[in-house]
């Protein structure tokens, strides 16, 4: 009861303080969204209908000063918002790209290069598939990876999608070989084989072209296999940023400035994949937490709010309520 009180008397000081340091220093909202498309299941709530994302641009176009990722934000006269998406699934190139085009907003791509060109799923999308959608499973799923061993059970839609988010959580803190292994243990467990899709897969080669010869996009990188960054030893880290930013560069004929960790919660990186940002040539570096960017925010760790699928009505109370966070 105590900590309830402190929390709401904590919001009740706080939204004055903001709305002051606002009028001094107008703040950058930065949004991150994923997919526009329409999927049959979402478990990861990632997709925004085209239709939904129409209205969420047309708002803000009207409404609201909008912003590149890579501007000097420190110039800024009044608040503005900034369009950013991670991943790099094809619907960026093929859905949401006329959208930004037809209202005229600019939106920067951060880009996952491991799947560019595959028709790979990415792995938690290979998760999907195989534990919520997979026909015929065995009653339970056992995981022995020499660190934990343990059976998620998988008789009903509830225990699938628990299995589901369980093992989400697990590959998350493992490198791209441990993660590889797990993978084919769920196959074998499965009786299936890693697919070549259209609905999960990331862009071609000349997709990602077609994205970043528009005016309205700036493209960023994600490293190569989207492995958090914080699990992994400094060289390995090393690797993913810097390779993940050259063959962007190989890919498009010109140099990529911006970066984004993937999943980016504080506990995803380090102040050390910081540091390697910063040396490989990034200006700046998106996270995935909650904030205002003012001209104190460290540029390495940039907030950002994530985007549901919200109609306009949901859409435009969440932007007033960012303004407060």
């Known amino acids: 009861m105590l900590n309830n009180l402190y929390v709401s008397l904590r919001s009740l000081v706080r939204t004055p303080v903001n709305c002051l340091l606002n009028q001094f220093d107008p703040p950058v909202i930065v949004l991150i969204y994923h997919r526009v498309t329409t999927l049959a299941s979402d478990p990861d709530l990632l997709?925004?209908?085209?239709?939904?994302?129409?209205?969420?641009?047309?708002?803000?176009?009207?409404?609201?000063?909008?912003?590149r990722f890579e501007d000097d934000w420190a110039k800024s006269t009044k608040p503005a918002v900034c369009i950013t998406f991670d991943d790099g699934y094809a619907d960026n190139a093929l859905e949401a790209l006329p959208i930004l085009e037809e209202v005229g907003v600019p939106a920067t791509f951060f880009v996952s290069t491991g799947t560019i060109g595959t028709r790979k799923e990415f792995w938690w999308n290979e998760l999907e598939r195989i534990i919520m959608e997979g026909q015929n499973l065995p009653s339970g799923f056992p995981l022995n990876d020499g660190r934990l061993v343990k059976m998620w059970p998988t008789g009903t839609n509830g225990e699938r999608r628990e299995c589901y988010h369980e093992i989400v959580r697990v590959i998350k803190n493992v490198d791209p070989e441990q993660r590889q292994d797990r993978l084919i243990q769920l196959?074998?467990?499965?009786?299936?084989?890693?697919?070549?899709?259209?609905?999960?897969r990331a862009m071609t080669v000349d997709e990602l072209r077609l994205l970043a010869k528009s005016g309205w996009v700036t493209i960023g990188a994600h490293t190569v296999t989207h492995t958090r960054l914080s699990s992994l030893p400094p060289a390995d880290q090393a690797e993913e940023i810097a390779a993940s930013k050259k063959q962007l560069e190989a890919w498009l004929g010109s140099d990529i400035r911006v970066f984004s960790y993937p999943f980016g919660r504080r506990c995803d990186y380090t102040k050390e994949t910081e540091a390697l940002c910063r040396n490989t040539g990034f200006t700046k570096a998106a996270a995935n937490f909650a904030g205002q960017v003012h001209r104190w925010t460290d540029p390495f760790q940039v907030p950002r709010h994530l985007v549901r699928n919200w109609p306009m009505e949901v859409f435009a109370d969440k932007i007033k309520g960012f303004w407060t966070v």
């Not at 994302?53 to 909008?66: A, C, E, H, P, V």
């Not at 196959?187 to 259209?198: I, P, S, V």
């Open 47 to 67: 997709a925004v209908t085209p239709d939904n994302f129409r209205q969420q641009m047309r708002y803000l176009k009207d409404n609201i000063s909008l912003v």
């Open 187 to 200: 196959r074998h467990w499965a009786g299936t084989e890693e697919e070549l899709t259209d609905t999960h």
